[in-house]
């Protein structure tokens, strides 16, 4: 992995999902999760980010023990993975698939009829805990309508609300803005901030790199089926390569002078040269330019952005749209 592991000395007791060389081969050889560790820290939100078909929902269905994996292990709240399943899950919301609901029931029988399958929770108090739930996701006004009349984004808080209906520690979303026209967007992103500063840990998958830079505090990034990046979002940050780029009508020169001063990755484009800084002060470099004689019509120095890093270690772009 590029950026970090899990910090030395720090405890499991730390990490809401921690796993270690999680693997998955389906039956046709394709390896879709391939020796991933993945360390979530508790009270995080985590965006767990990669292009379409990168190995995030397979991920996840191994972390949640729908599927089981080919290699590795994996603990959830610091509980061994699948063996204490029953004790862990009961602490853990999920939606991975869109829950089934029913389209002629209303958004409150829906929850009604999950509620009633959960057999470890008092019946008497079902109706405080869904009209909380309903009103969690900004639904209480809409609970008597039925569900196929509900927009995408009602869909989607609808069953973030089933998700809810017992206090949970962790919860585990896949792509839950996929599909969302702005306005949803914007409800379900709101909520995941709303539930997390309330102190769950949120895990959310998504393609768009725009949805971890506005929610998420760490980052883990999937490219081919393995975890090619895992950090705070604030720690990539710094580490981003400030880039100095210098305008002059002799370019050839400047590019001697840059590299004699051991700016790295110096490139020439027409009368621009530019090259990574790494720990030079960029007026050091101008003044060296000035003192060799090269004419600075231009000087401007910018950091790579996270999507020019998460480029590079990935060789793909991600739709920053949304
Ligand atoms: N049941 C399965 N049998 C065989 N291959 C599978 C199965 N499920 C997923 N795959 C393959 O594993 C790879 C990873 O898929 P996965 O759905 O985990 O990716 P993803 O990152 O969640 O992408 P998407 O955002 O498109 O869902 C894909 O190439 C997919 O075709």
Known sequence: MTVLDTPPGQA?????????GLTK???????????????????????????????????IRLLLGLLRPTGGSHRILGEAMPDRSASVLPRVGALVEGPAF????????????????????DPATAAARIEVALERVGLAHAAGKRYRHYSLGMRQRLGIAATLLRPRELLVLDEP??????????????????????????VLSTHLLSEVQQVCTHVGVMHRGRLVAQAPLDELAARSVARAAVRTPEPARASQVLAGLGVADVRVDGDAVSGDLRSLAPEAVVAALVHAGVPVRGFEVRSADLEEMFV???????????
């Open 25 to 59: 081969r389906f039956r046709s050889g394709q390896v879709a999760v391939d020796g991933v560790d993945l360390a979530v820290p508790t009270g995080s939100v985590y965006g767990f980010l990669g292009p379409n078909g990168s190995g995030k929902t397979t991920t």
């Open 312 to 322: 590079e270690l990935t060789g793909e772009g991600f739709d920053v749209s949304g």
């Open 177 to 202: 803005t996929n599909g969302l026209d702005p306005q949803g967007t914007r409800e379900v992103r709101a909520l995941l901030l709303e539930l997390a500063a309330a102190g769950t840990t949120v």
């Open 12 to 20: 499991p007791g730390g990490l809401a999902i921690s796993s270690q």
């Open 102 to 121: 029913h389209p002629y029931l209303s958004g409150v029988d829906n929850l009604r009829r999950i509620d009633a399958a959960d057999r470890t929770v």
